[in-house]
């Protein structure tokens, strides 16, 4: 029996590499060196144009340091309210910047509003040297992490974006680092932002300094809340714009466009075709009890069975009604389980097409009964029936 629900499996599995995604946008074209349209939720990509081609990226480069900034916050290596002393290394980057003086103070959230909203060099050194010590060692993480996300064609030099023959990317990596970055909600205090003042210089020669966000599309299109842009004589326009509407977000990349206004319409572009044609479904929540599944041999006898992950898929707007679940577990497990042991799957199909598979998993651990606890479990299975009568 569960030799032929793993031969089912893997089938349904070669079944969704063998069929593409439905494409709705084979007739677009935009003014970009390379672009693409993701939706959030499944990973799909719905729009490709050049995607793997090498391009400059400018300050888009930003989306990889905001990334591990936040890491860094979620996993406690730093904080919000730590001091950073600005460098004279960071004070000096030319470019975009806020214009910090070596030796003056600021916080970590001063220094990543800077980056996300002004787009500030100096204060991207200043926090990249604030995690690893020198902005040498974090760029190291950086392309580590891009090696992590899957980016294959993606080198990092710095972490700002300022020109430099080795510093490239494409817009495919750009939206998987995109979209792990969105998967930090807390950003978009920051990535919303449209105007702010911040005092620079040192104490008894404060000058004030407007942050000003250089997404245009904050103020005209529904549902963006970020998340950067870049510029440079060599990277020309580029942007990676997101927007959520209802349960669907999606991210737009565009590099190498010629003017500023031509990213932000061709964005506008690719996120109405987007939102026009497809509708992401919610399936699961990791906090859902998927059910609950009988432990042999344990200290408790039940385990609730939960996903791996969230379970969203995309569907062309209409067919919400032909999705299908399927859940595939065995009858019971034998302790000891540990929580987080994978169990069983999710399956998501439409018209037998599998859009996607999620390890189902035990929710907590069970140790094993002891012996004393197993002979009154059986002493009491086998009194209560008479009880019963």
Request: proline letters at 3%; charged letters at 25%.
């Amino acid at each position: 029996m569960r030799t032929r629900i793993f031969c089912t499996v893997m089938l349904l599995v070669i079944l969704s590499f063998a069929i593409p995604y439905p494409a709705y946008a084979d007739d677009i074209y935009v003014d970009a060196r390379g672009a693409v349209l993701m939706d959030v939720g499944s990973g799909k990509f719905l729009f490709e144009q050049d995607p793997h081609e090498k391009l400059y990226p400018a300050s888009v480069t930003k989306v990889m340091t905001i990334l591990l900034v936040m890491e860094a916050l979620e996993n406690g290596r730093i904080s919000l309210e730590d001091k950073v002393i600005i460098s004279r290394n960071a004070a000096g980057m030319g470019g975009s910047q806020i214009y910090m003086e070596p030796e003056e103070v600021k916080t970590v959230e001063q220094l990543l509003k800077a980056v996300v909203v002004a787009s500030g060099n100096d204060a991207s050194v200043a926090l990249a040297e604030h995690i690893s010590g020198t902005e040498e060692a974090f760029v190291q993480r950086m392309n580590q992490r891009a090696v992590e996300l899957g980016m294959r064609n993606t080198s990092f030099v710095n972490s700002h974006g300022l020109h430099d023959e080795g510093h490239y990317t494409t817009a495919y990596d750009v939206a998987l680092m995109s979209r792990e970055l969105v998967n930090h909600s807390k950003v978009f205090d920051w990535t919303t932002i449209w105007m702010e003042d911040i005092e620079v210089g040192k104490e008894g020669r404060f000058s004030t300094f407007t942050m000003v966000n250089t997404n245009k599309l904050l103020r005209r299109y529904e549902g963006v809340d970020g998340l950067k842009t870049g510029s440079t004589n060599a990277a020309k326009y580029c942007l990676s714009a997101t927007a959520k509407r209802g349960n669907m977000r999606l991210i737009a990349v565009l590099m190498g466009c010629p003017t500023s206004e031509i990213r932000f319409r061709e964005a506008e572009k690719l996120l109405n075709s987007g939102f026009a044609n497809y509708n992401s479904v919610p399936i699961a929540s990791k906090e859902d009890v998927i059910e609950k599944l009988k432990v042999n041999k344990g200290k408790e006898r039940w385990v609730n069975i939960t996903p791996a992950e969230d379970v969203k898929v995309l569907v062309l707007k209409g067919q919400e009604s032909s999705l299908q679940k399927e859940v595939v577990l065995p009858p019971d497990i034998t302790a000891p389980v540990e929580e987080g042991d994978k169990v069983g799957e999710l399956i998501v199909k439409q018209e037998g097409e599998v859009l996607s598979i999620v390890d189902l998993m035990a929710e907590a651990s069970v140790e094993k009964a002891g012996l004393f606890q197993m002979l009154k479990r059986v002493i009491f299975n086998w009194v209560t029936p008479v009880e019963q009568l």
